[in-house]
C-alpha cells in the first residue's frame, strides 16, 4: 500500500476529475452540465431552502426599511456585473465596457450613501443586458421578468435565470470544444493515464485479472478455427510470431478483443469492472443490457415464427407488433425477473397469434399448441435454452467486427435470421464500437 498526503490525493482526485470530463463530452454526443438538485424531501435541501429564504427576507427588510440599507443590494448587484461578464465572448469589448460602466460599483456604493441609488434603473439595464445574451430557449423567461416590480423578488428571479445563462454559456462552450477535443483527446488521456499510474503503480489489478483471463481463454481455444475472423483481430494475424507461437503466446490483439467481448457477458456485482474501462462503466452495461434484450426479442421472434409458421408471420405487421409488446415488457427488466416477464411475453404473443388466425380465416391454435407456444417462450429465460444460445452467439459474433480495425464490411456480415432487429442491433454495434475503439487508442 502506497501512502499518500492530502495534497497528493486531491491532485490525483482532480486529474481523474478532468480525465472523465474530457472522456465523457468525447464520447458522450448528449453530455451537458445540469445544475445540482436534491431531492424536495431531503436533508441538503431543506438547508439550502432555510438558508436562501433567511438571505431574501433579510434583503426585504433592508430594503424596506426607512431609509433604506443597500448593503447585501450592492453585494448582489456586485455579483449580477461579474455574471454578465463571464456571459461574454472576447470578441465582447464594447459590451464589457458598457457594462463596466453602467455597473460601476464605486458609483454605486457613493450613490447608495447619499440616499440616491437607482435600483429599478440598474435592474432595468440589467434585464436588457440579460436579453442581449441570452439563449433564444431563454427569451420567454428574461421577458417574464419585466412585469416583475418588487425589488427583491426581482433581484431573486434575476440571480436564477442568470444562472440559466451561464449552464447554456457552459454547455454552448463545450459543444465548441468537442470538435477540437476529439482530435487531441486520445494523445490527452494517454499523458493523463502515464501520469496517473506514475502516481499510483500498483492501480490496476483488476484489469491485469481481466486481460489475464482474456488470454487464458485465447490459449485454451487456439488450437481450435476461431469463432470468427474478427475475434483474434487483425493484429494478430501481423503479429511477428504469430502464426508459428499462437499455441503458447497468444497475440495482444487476440486478448484485447477477447477481454472486450467479455464485457458483453459481465456477471453484475461478482466483480468490479477493470479500471481502465471505469469511466464507461455506464455505457458498457447499458451495451450490455440492450444485447441482453435483443437476444430474448429475436429468440421469442425466432420461436413464434417457427411455431406459427411462414405464412402467419409473414401477415402485414404481425412481425413489428410482436417485436414491439415484447420489447415493452421487457424495458428496465433485470436478468432475476426475466422468467416473470416472458410469462407475459407469451400471453401477448398468444393473443396477438389468435387475433391474426382470426382475420385470415385461419383455424384456432389447439390447447395443445397453445401451452407449447408458452412453454417455448417463457424456457427462453434459461441462459442454457438453445435458441437463445444460437442467438446470442451470432450477436456476439457480429458485434467483435465492430471492435475490429476495419469494423463491418458489407450487408454480408449481418447474421442469418436477425432480421427482425437490424436497426437495432446496427446501433447497438456502432455504439460498442465506437467505445472500444475508443478505449483500444
Request: charged fraction near 20%; glycine fraction near 6%.
Amino acid at each position: 500500500p502506497q501512502v499518500l498526503s492530502m495534497n497528493e490525493l486531491q491532485e490525483i482526485t482532480d486529474d481523474i476529475s478532468k480525465l472523465t470530463i474530457v472522456h465523457e463530452i468525447v464520447l458522450n454526443s448528449d453530455f451537458k452540465l445540469q445544475a445540482a438538485s436534491f431531492s424536495p424531501d431531503s436533508l441538503e435541501n431543506r438547508v439550502k431552502e432555510t438558508l436562501h429564504k433567511a438571505f431574501w427576507d433579510s434583503l426585504e427588510e433592508q430594503l424596506s426599511a426607512s431609509p433604506p440599507d443597500y448593503t447585501r443590494a450592492i453585494q448582489l448587484l456586485q455579483e449580477i456585473k461579474e455574471a454578465l461578464l463571464s456571459l461574454l465572448l472576447p470578441r465582447h469589448n464594447q459590451l464589457r465596457s458598457q457594462i463596466e460602466a453602467a455597473l460601476d460599483m464605486e458609483l454605486i456604493r457613493q450613490e447608495a450613501e447619499h440616499g440616491a441609488l437607482d435600483i429599478h434603473g440598474l435592474t432595468a439595464y440589467v434585464l436588457g443586458t440579460m436579453a442581449r445574451l441570452c439563449a433564444p430557449i431563454r427569451d420567454e423567461e428574461v421577458q417574464g421578468l419585466q412585469s416583475l416590480t418588487d425589488p427583491t423578488q426581482l433581484l431573486r428571479e434575476i440571480f436564477r435565470v442568470l444562472g440559466l445563462m451561464k449552464m447554456d454559456m457552459l454547455n454552448f462552450t463545450i459543444q465548441t470544444l468537442r470538435t477540437h477535443l476529439q482530435d487531441h483527446t486520445v494523445q490527452y488521456e494517454r499523458k493523463k493515464f502515464q501520469q496517473l499510474l506514475d502516481k499510483l503503480p500498483n492501480s490496476l489489478d483488476r484489469t491485469r485479472e481481466w486481460l489475464c483471463k482474456a488470454a487464458a481463454e485465447v490459449s485454451a481455444s487456439s488450437s481450435q478455427p476461431p469463432p470468427h475472423p474478427a475475434v483474434s483481430g487483425s493484429a494478430a494475424a501481423h503479429s511477428p510470431g504469430a502464426a508459428s507461437s499462437s499455441t503458447t503466446v497468444p497475440s495482444l490483439g487476440s486478448v484485447l478483443n477477447r477481454g472486450y467481448m467479455n464485457l458483453l457477458c459481465w456477471e453484475p456485482g461478482q466483480k468490479e469492472y477493470p479500471e481502465t474501462l471505469f469511466m464507461d462503466q455506464a455505457r458498457l452495461q447499458e451495451v450490455q443490457a440492450q444485447v441482453n434484450q435483443l437476444t430474448i426479442i429475436a429468440a421469442v421472434l425466432l420461436v413464434t415464427s417457427g411455431m406459427c409458421g411462414s405464412t402467419l408471420c409473414g401477415s402485414p405487421g404481425i412481425v413489428a407488433r410482436l417485436k414491439r409488446v415484447t420489447k415493452v415488457l421487457l424495458e428496465g427488466l433485470s436478468c432475476t425477473r426475466c422468467e416473470e416477464a416472458l410469462e407475459d411475453v407469451g400471453d401477448q404473443v398468444l393473443q396477438e397469434v389468435s387475433r391474426t388466425l382470426s382475420q385470415l380465416g385461419y383455424p384456432a391454435f389447439t390447447t395443445d399448441k397453445c401451452a407449447s407456444l408458452k412453454g417455448q417462450i417463457k424456457s427462453i429465460a434459461d441462459k442454457g435454452n438453445a435458441v437463445r444460445h444460437v442467438i446470442e452467439q451470432r450477436i456476439h459474433s457480429f458485434l467483435s467486427l465492430f471492435i475490429s480495425p476495419d469494423g463491418p464490411n458489407s450487408q454480408k456480415d449481418f447474421p442469418k435470421g436477425l432480421d427482425t432487429i437490424q436497426e437495432e442491433l446496427l446501433e447497438v454495434g456502432r455504439r460498442f464500437g465506437s467505445v472500444i475503439q475508443h478505449n483500444r487508442q
